[in-house]
Nanobody, 115 residues
Framework: VQLVESGGGLVHPGGSLRLSCAAS????????MSWYRQVPGKVRELVAS????????NYVGSVKGRFTISRDNAKSTVYLRMNSLKPEDTAVYYC?????????WGQGTQVTVSS
């Protein structure tokens, strides 16, 4: 199983980014996917989840209405569109999959929101 995130960077408050996570090594279309984020010294936080078909999504309250999780099963890729970014969104963002009772994580991508 391999999960490779991309798309992070430095953005001004109010700006947007789209994170991508390319998955391989498993049947992508059979599993739900999630995005987490972590700030040094703080607990890792579940940001958004999406079902295997993409028909169901969930978000943490602080990002509802600003972030959108989506997936393209043909490309084995999950996305996180982030709009109206705030300084408190600054974190390392991780793509995750729970497969056969094991958690798999990507290497993470840094998102920094600062003026």
């Amino acid at each position: 199983v391999q999960l490779v995130e991309s798309g992070g960077g430095l953005v001004h408050p109010g700006g947007s980014l789209r994170l991508s996570c390319a998955a391989s090594g498993f049947i992508f279309s059979s599993y739900g996917m999630s995005w987490y984020r972590q700030v040094p010294g703080k607990v890792r936080e579940l940001v958004a989840s999406i079902s295997s078909t993409g028909s169901s999504t969930n978000y943490v309250g602080s990002v509802k209405g600003r972030f959108t999780i989506s997936r393209d099963n043909a490309k084995s890729t999950v996305y996180l569109r982030m709009n109206s970014l705030k300084p408190e969104d600054t974190a390392v963002y991780y793509c995750t999959a729970y497969i056969r009772r094991s958690d798999y994580w990507g290497q993470g991508t840094q998102v920094t929101v600062s003026s």
